[in-house]
């Protein structure tokens, strides 16, 4: 047994490793547990977008109405695979409650505090310490291929302004002024003016790189396998015979949260939202300048440092394997020459395909705090669709709760137990 305390997190993606960052930099002595080999997983091939715009929650009125008719559609960005699995039923049902007008819009102040609190932190890393990021703030643009789709948009947009996200309804010339090299044939769109962008897999790198040189020790192909309990606290983490002392821990292990967190006794509902994206080489002639979102494919490209155009998309709801079903695949590269004439991209190899397994939460808002069972436990975990955008600020929150400091912003929303 490791005997000197230390401060634990079990999960060595971008939540993970930023909130080592935080807490590193309070002062602790951390150590990073991570089951995977540390070169991939859904925080490196996701589309590395940082997105204040994204203030609704995917759980918001329409979407059971929506997900109901794409069900019936291989092709079609949301999934649901029906099977009977007690933990399904449960996130399900705390979806379809979170999706009410209400609750909803409880939400909203949530996101968009946590998004800017976090972007301001991507702002802030690297000037005084090295950590290089990539950020990149250039804004965002929806493509609305239909009236409807842009109705809705503008409405969003309406939303926005009031809140004091900027954001700017835009015809098709504004649209050529911004991607003259592409042949939008769209109604017309909204520009984010304050979303920005980044290579995750780079940021990721130069993430590890940062922690390593500062002390912070990373064990990858280390997967916790069960915890220690001593009174009320968990008091030592096991990775198969080897134990480690735990001063406080932090599970920050995505979409595997569920599971972990029942071996702590505790129900943490958080299913996988699989993703797919694929990466090429910026072609010059339709060189894409700025990120967007094709909004009724649900497609998101970035293109991305050095000279990448990453296509992503898809939420496919089919519990937690790596799976690859190509006819969604197809489904997302058949959306891009819809939007834009011409960019024809053709089918990739399977083996192109990148997959990520996106850790989410029924309502849509992160967990992160304090456990009500044990006083040393805590959560950083359930970031859904934007866990990139979102790292830094969970990183920097859980620390001021860690280390019973005033947090940056009201966390109330956050609760980990309030499911259970
Ligand atoms: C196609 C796609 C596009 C996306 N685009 C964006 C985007 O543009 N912007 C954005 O903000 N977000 C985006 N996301 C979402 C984002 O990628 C995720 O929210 C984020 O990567 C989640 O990070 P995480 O650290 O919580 O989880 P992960 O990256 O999954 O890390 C969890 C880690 O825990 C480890 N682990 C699990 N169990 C154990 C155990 N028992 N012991 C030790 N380790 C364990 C795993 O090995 C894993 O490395 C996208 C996702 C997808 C799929």
């Not at 058949?334 to 395909?353: G, H, Q, W």
Request: aromatic share 8%; hydrophobic share 40%; with cysteine.
């Amino acid at each position: 047994m490791k005997t000197e305390k230390a401060t634990i997190i079990v999960g060595g993606g971008i939540i993970g490793l930023f909130t080592a960052y935080y807490l590193h930099k309070s002062g602790r002595k951390v150590l990073v547990f991570d089951g995977s080999d540390g070169q991939d997983g859904c925080s490196y091939g996701n589309a590395g977008m940082i997105v204040p715009s994204h203030f609704v929650p995917l759980a918001s009125p329409g979407i059971i109405e929506k997900g109901l008719k794409w069900l019936l559609d291989s092709e079609s960005p949301f999934y649901i695979q029906p099977k009977l699995s007690m933990s399904l039923l449960k996130w399900g049902l705390n979806f379809y409650k979170a999706a009410a007008e209400k609750k909803m819009h409880l939400a909203v102040p949530h996101l968009k505090a946590i998004s800017l609190l976090s972007k301001e932190e991507y702002r802030k890393t690297g000037q005084t310490d090295g950590l290089e990021t990539g950020l990149t703030e250039k804004g965002l643009i929806m493509y609305c291929k239909t009236e409807k789709g842009l109705e809705e948009e503008a409405h969003t947009a309406e939303w926005a302004n009031k809140i004091g996200i900027q954001a700017k309804v835009i015809d098709a010339k504004e649209i050529h002024v911004l991607e003259p090299n592409l042949k939008a044939n769209v109604s017309g769109g909204v520009f984010f003016e304050g979303d920005a962008h980044l290579n995750p897999a780079i940021l990721m790198k130069n993430l590890k790189t940062y922690l390593l040189k500062n002390e912070v020790e990373i064990f990858y192909n280390s997967k916790i396998t069960d915890f220690e309990i001593a009174g009320d606290k968990v008091s030592a983490v096991m990775l198969g015979d080897k134990k480690f002392a735990v001063e406080d821990l932090i599970i920050a292990t995505g979409s595997w949260s569920e599971n972990m967190a029942k071996k702590l006794g505790i129900y943490l509902p958080v299913q996988a939202g699989k993703g797919y994206s694929v990466s090429l080489t910026q072609n010059n002639a339709t060189e894409m300048m700025y990120p967007g979102i094709l909004t009724e494919a649900r497609v998101a490209m970035t293109p991305m440092a050095p000279d990448i155009l990453r296509i992503g998309g898809t939420m496919e709801i089919s519990g937690i394997n790596l799976e690859k079903n190509m006819n969604r695949v197809r489904g997302i590269i058949k959306s891009v020459p819809a939007y834009f004439e011409n960019l024809n991209i053709e089918m990739p190899e399977r083996n192109d395909v990148w997959v990520g397994l996106r850790p989410c939460s029924p309502d849509g808002l992160p967990y992160i705090g304090l456990s009500q069972k044990f006083t040393n436990l805590y959560f950083n975990t359930g970031h859904a669709m934007m866990g990139v955008s979102l790292a830094p600020g969970s990183g920097k929150l859980i620390a001021e709760i860690i280390n019973k400091r005033p947090v940056s912003m009201d966390v109330s929303g956050f609760k980990p137990e309030r499911f259970a």
